[in-house]
């Protein structure tokens, strides 16, 4: 079971289904479930360096990011080729994939109509962290209603 404390202190738990579900051809479903999954766990590596913020803007929906997702980053791990980043350049925060290419940085864009940011040397860059997870909700907006 997936325990997890809420905001009023309790606890929710969650099982997990042991068999992966597949999304081609369906198979029997299992009758068996693992011990369960602990979302902090899972989604936390390092408690006091992550974070999560929620997107606005559609330059990185190529990559499955969308607006209202939340983002889970870690400030603690360093930033390497390809990595989703948090970053902001001269002040204006932004998230981008990081590429190196011929001694440049670029901030690349995944949309068509997003161009990349190239920095050119007088540009200030500044990482935020590595998006290491995007929670997507499928309905509603993703928060839970007040009861």
Do not use: W
Request: charged share 25%; with cysteine.
């Amino acid at each position: 079971m997936y325990s997890m404390t809420s905001k009023k202190g309790t606890s929710l738990n969650i099982p997990l289904f042991a068999e992966a579900v597949r999304c081609g051809f369906p198979s029997p479903a299992a009758d068996y479930r693992e011990e369960g999954l602990n979302f902090n766990d899972f989604l936390v590596r390092n408690k006091s360096a992550t974070y999560c913020l929620r997107v606005s803007g559609h330059s990185m929906e190529g990559k499955g990011i969308s607006p209202g997702d939340i983002l889970v980053v870690d400030r603690s791990l360093p930033p390497s080729e390809g990595d989703v980043i948090v970053a902001a350049v001269d002040g204006n925060f932004t998230v981008k994939t990081l590429i190196r290419c011929r001694g440049k940085v670029i901030l690349r864009a995944a949309h068509p109509e997003y161009e990349d940011i190239e920095l050119k040397g007088e540009e200030e860059l500044f990482c935020f962290g590595v998006v290491t997870f995007c929670i997507k909700p499928f309905r509603g907006t993703g928060r839970r209603e007040e009861q």
